[in-house]
């Protein structure tokens, strides 16, 4: 019986050797070059077929990227949607095996009574690898072929701040490094994603590295028209002035802000100072709302929510924008044109996709939490941070302060020797 099985798989690899043989694929390179005449991708002219032409390849640590040349008639598109068929066959693998090798090959097989399922998954896990692709267009299709896969578990821990500077915070990992975004450098972002895949958790991250990161220097507004739940652990902070759950409180929250957004800018114009950073202030307001969408048939309030991303950076206001149904009415154009960063969970259309990035992309990203395109001068596709909310509580506990309802807190920034800048906030929460 065991050697009916065995045999049997050998004989599978045989025969899997043998049709890819036939199919004269050995790399990775035929292999793509198959997938592209199997799936129609080359085109016909006539009696002459226009094939894509690989122009360029080049190893790295990671793998192999291969640049073709499309034909005519064929867009990035076209070759976005074989992604699936094209990462499927660079995983196809070819094993010979001698019977001199067979207790190797199988050496760890469990003879227990679930042998013969043992042995079709160690076959399978054999012939079958675990290489990603990831496909770009400038002029030149890019296909890269990564060796291993991006993991999907990266856990926030308190490490990754260490390795932060300034005003920057993790935002994941790629398969070679650490992304973190600079909000002194790139100020406002987007953050968008169908249900589920990860929004809330990034920007609880990015909430707790800046309150641990700059303690003294942050102030929070937080806006959570999801009933306020995942912000809620926040509200009792001393860097958090406002944890608002409706849109009304949310209108109240943001008419704070502005008032001291003008504030701010009045100082600066007064002190003939062109920013917060020539102006020494080390304060930076973040403004963060999740389910912006909501907000979007609330003119008054989306009215300062663009004033905000147009008039804040200098001032030293920041928005992150977050939000489950991008489209060109939930995002209106003065917030993208102002938000230099997205970060794009996955999408459902290509044209959510667009209104995000201006790109498609995001309805390609696999089904897995946490993967994401984060954009600023480039794409890159990164597993975004797990932070626990055990672990959010514990970290964040030296900053709680008791908090009265609308009591009124002043920060105020002191400058050596000079001037002296006072925002009075209101807290609703
Ligand atoms: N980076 C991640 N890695 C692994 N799992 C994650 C990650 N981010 C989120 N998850 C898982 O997905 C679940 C949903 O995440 P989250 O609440 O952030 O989704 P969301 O995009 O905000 O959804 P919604 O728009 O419905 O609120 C989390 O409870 C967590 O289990």
Redesign the pocket.
């Known amino acids: 019986m065991i050697f009916e099985v065995v045999t049997t798989t050998i004989f599978g690899a045989i025969s899997l050797k043998a049709y890819q043989a036939k199919l004269g694929v050995g790399n990775d390179s035929k292999k793509i070059n198959k997938v592209f005449a199997l799936s129609g991708l080359n085109v016909k002219d006539g009696n002459q077929t226009l094939t894509t032409q690989l122009i360029r390849k080049k190893n790295h640590d990671w793998g192999i990227e291969y640049r073709y040349r499309i034909p005519l008639g064929r867009s990035f598109h076209n070759y976005l949607n074989k992604k699936e068929e094209i990462q499927a066959a660079v995983n196809v693998r070819s094993i010979k095996i001698q019977f001199k090798d067979i207790r190797k090959y199988f050496k760890d097989l469990k003879f227990d009574k679930e042998l013969i399922s043992n042995i079709k998954d160690i076959q399978t896990k054999k012939l079958t690898g675990n290489k990603e692709i990831e496909m770009e267009y400038d002029g030149v299709l890019k296909i890269k072929v990564y060796n291993t896969a991006m993991t ?3 856990k926030y821990t308190i490490d990754l701040l260490e390795k932060c500077n300034g005003w920057e915070v993790p935002i994941g990992i790629t398969r070679t490094e650490l992304i973190k975004h600079d909000f002194d450098k790139v100020y406002n972002m987007i953050i968008a ?10 920007l609880k991250n990015i909430i707790t590295s800046l309150v641990i990161r700059k303690q003294k220097d942050v102030k929070l507004t937080l806006i959570d028209l ?1 009933g306020g739940l ?1 912000f809620n652990r926040f509200k009792n902070l001393d860097q958090v002035d406002t944890v608002a759950k409706t849109p009304s409180e949310a209108l109240t929250a943001l008419k704070s802000v502005r008032d001291k957004l003008v504030k701010m800018i009045d100082y600066l114009l007064e002190n003939g100072y062109e920013d917060v950073k020539e102006a020494g202030i080390k304060e930076r307001f973040f403004c963060i709302i999740d ?1 912006a969408a909501d907000l979007s048939f609330e003119s008054e309030a989306l009215e300062i929510v663009k004033d905000i991303a147009r008039r804040g950076r200098g001032a030293g206001f920041r928005l992150i924008y977050a939000t ?1 149904y991008p489209t060109n009415e939930t995002l209106p154009s003065q917030v993208r044109q102002n938000c230099d960063s997205r970060v794009c ?1 996955m999408l459902q259309t290509n044209t959510a996709s667009r209104a995000v990035l201006d790109d498609s992309g995001a309805e390609n990203l696999p089904l897995i ?2 993967r994401a395109i984060y954009q600023t001068d480039r794409n890159v596709i990164v ?4 932070i626990e909310n055990k672990d959010i509580d514990e970290w964040i506990k030296p900053f709680i302060i008791e908090k009265k309802e609308g009591v009124n807190i002043e920060t105020s920034k002191q400058k050596a020797g000079a001037d002296t800048f006072v925002i009075k906030t209101t807290r609703l929460s």
């Open positions: 999907n578990d990266f994603g169908s249900p589920g895949y990860g929004k809330s958790v990034l999801k995942a389910e489950q969970f939490l946490g597993q975004t941070p797990l």
